[in-house]
């Protein structure tokens, strides 16, 4: 609804390429087709111009095949995403606190003391609490109280279990000319961060795939004030490696992918896939100090859609997110072919 809604306004702000000099003779005009009533294969070329650029994947830690396992190019934030067999210290992403693992890779428990991340409050023109009223700028203790810490960091082993997107059948393989919003949710287990629901949508607006997925380690947290994953929510899960045979029914190595910090979700999924388009890279702002940032999906579709999206209490809907990753797409196809 939100992409028909920007390719009306488009249209009323006169996006119409007209071949004649006289601004009244409109039979000459020509109307670019908005986004969602486009044919998936035009669609798909349409949009290729958007896609990341062998670099931009690079610098932006996507995962690339390697001669035995998945290779991670480093940023600044991925340094500890996968860690050797040996190496047991974490740091907790709630509280910041590092702590070691047990010698056999399991957890003690330890107090974790934590308040929410703040987020931009556009209206009061700051940073809020979302748990609490402490100020802000407060970075020690917090409100909430956990038994566990929770941690990003997998085994380097895991890498062993990337695989990329399988390659077309066929010149005329259904997957290859297709255009989807992609969004995980993720939960905190003792492999780090693991996909337990994944999310797949088109241009029309339409859910492909919304699937709960079991993840295969012990978990940590749920995380379900963000993730919006509970506990009834895995009783009708489906494992890992089914999850990923429902996704290749649909996208091969040809199909444009888009989402926001899409290279988290692939490597949830343990994917590498290099057809995408990251809103997090395409909308990124420069800060009071010329650097360039990277904004969250819920700030972009304030400040570009004026619309907030995880607003529920029960946490963050992948359906929404993928669905508002498209929305932004459109709106930047929409003053860029003007
Ligand atoms: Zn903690
Ligand atoms: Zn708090």
């Known amino acids: 609804m939100g992409i028909e809604f920007l390719q009306m306004k488009k249209k009323r702000n006169g996006a119409s390429i007209s071949s004649s000099s006289s601004d009244e003779d409109v039979s000459l005009c020509f109307t670019p087709e908005p986004l969602h009533k486009m044919a998936p294969a035009r669609l798909h070329g349409e949009l290729s111009y958007l896609k990341l650029t062998p670099n931009a994947l690079q610098y932006n830690g996507f995962p690339f095949l390697g001669p035995n396992s998945a290779v ?5 934030n991925n340094m500890r995403d996968f860690v050797a067999s040996d190496d047991l210290l974490r740091k907790c992403s709630r509280c910041s606190k590092d702590f070691y693992l047990n010698q056999d890779g399991t957890m003690a428990p330890q107090k974790c003391v934590y308040h929410h991340r703040k987020k931009f409050d556009h209206a009061k023109r700051s940073f809020v609490r979302t748990c609490c009223s402490a100020h802000p700028s407060t970075s020690s203790g917090g409100c909430m109280v956990e038994d566990y810490h929770v941690f990003n960091s997998a085994w380097e082993d895991t890498l062993w279990s990337f695989m990329p997107t399988p390659s077309a059948k066929n010149a005329n393989d259904y997957r290859s000319k297709k255009v989807y919003g992609l969004d995980c949710e993720l939960v905190h287990t003792m492999n780090g961060l693991e996909v337990a629901r994944v999310s797949l949508v088109d241009m029309k607006g339409r859910v492909i795939l919304d699937t709960f997925v079991l993840p295969q380690y012990e978990i940590v947290s749920l995380n379900t ?6 506990e009834k929510d895995l009783s009708a899960a489906i494992t890992f490696e089914a999850c990923r045979l429902q996704l290749f029914q649909f996208i091969n190595s040809e199909t444009l992918l888009v989402g926001h910090s899409l290279e988290s979700d692939l490597k949830a999924l343990r994917l590498i896939h290099h057809n995408v388009i990251d809103t997090s890279v395409l909308f990124m702002s420069v800060d009071q100090r010329g ?9 972009l579709a304030v400040i570009y859609l004026q619309k907030e999206i995880q607003t529920q209490k029960t946490g963050h809907s992948s359906v929404e997110d993928s669905m508002t990753c498209l929305e932004l797409i459109a709106l930047r196809h929409s003053t860029t072919v003007k």
Do not use: C, D, H, V
């Not at 991670?72 to 600044?76: A, D, G, L, M, Y």
């Open 291 to 299: 650097e360039f940032k990277k904004l969250s999906l819920q700030n």
């Open 72 to 76: 991670i190019p480093q940023t600044k």
């Open 225 to 230: 004030a963000f993730s919006g994953i509970t």
